[in-house]
C-alpha cells in the first residue's frame, strides 16, 4: 500500500506559475506517475505522465507550460506549471500505477485555481 500527498496548489493569476508536489509514503521506482486534473462538472482527465524509465507524455492544452518530473530516491512526483490559465484550474490528482502488478494509488487532491 502506497499512500500520495500532494501539495502545492493555490490561487495564482494568469500567467503565474506553481508547482506541485506529491509525496508518496514508499517507493515509486515501479510506478508509472502521473498528474491528473478534474474541474466542476467535468470528468477527470490525464495532464502529463512519467514512465519508469523517465518517459513523459502531456496533454495537448498543457504541452510547453507544464513538466513533469520524478524524484524515486526522494519518492516523490513534480509538476511545474507555467504561465497558467484560467481553463487550468481543477483539482490536480496524483496517481501511481504498479508497472509489475494491478496496483493502482491515488492522493486526496489539490485545489490549483488560476483567476483571470
Known amino acids: 500500500q502506497v499512500q500520495l500527498v500532494e501539495s502545492g496548489g493555490g490561487l495564482v493569476q494568469a500567467g503565474g506559475s506553481l508547482r506541485l508536489s506529491c509525496a508518496a509514503s514508499g517507493s515509486i521506482f515501479s510506478f508509472n506517475m502521473g498528474w491528473y486534473r478534474q474541474a466542476p462538472g467535468k470528468q477527470r482527465e490525464l495532464v502529463a505522465v512519467?514512465?519508469?524509465?523517465?518517459?513523459?507524455n502531456y496533454l495537448a492544452s498543457v504541452k510547453g507550460r507544464f513538466t513533469i518530473s520524478r524524484d524515486n530516491a526522494a519518492k516523490t512526483l513534480y509538476l511545474q506549471m507555467n504561465s497558467l490559465k484560467p481553463e487550468d484550474t481543477a483539482v490536480y490528482y496524483c496517481?501511481?500505477?504498479?508497472?509489475?502488478?494491478?496496483?493502482?494509488?491515488w492522493g486526496q487532491g489539490t485545489q490549483v485555481t488560476v483567476s483571470s
Open positions: 512519467i514512465g519508469r524509465g523517465f518517459s513523459t
Open positions: 496517481n501511481a500505477k504498479d508497472t509489475y502488478g494491478p496496483d493502482n494509488y
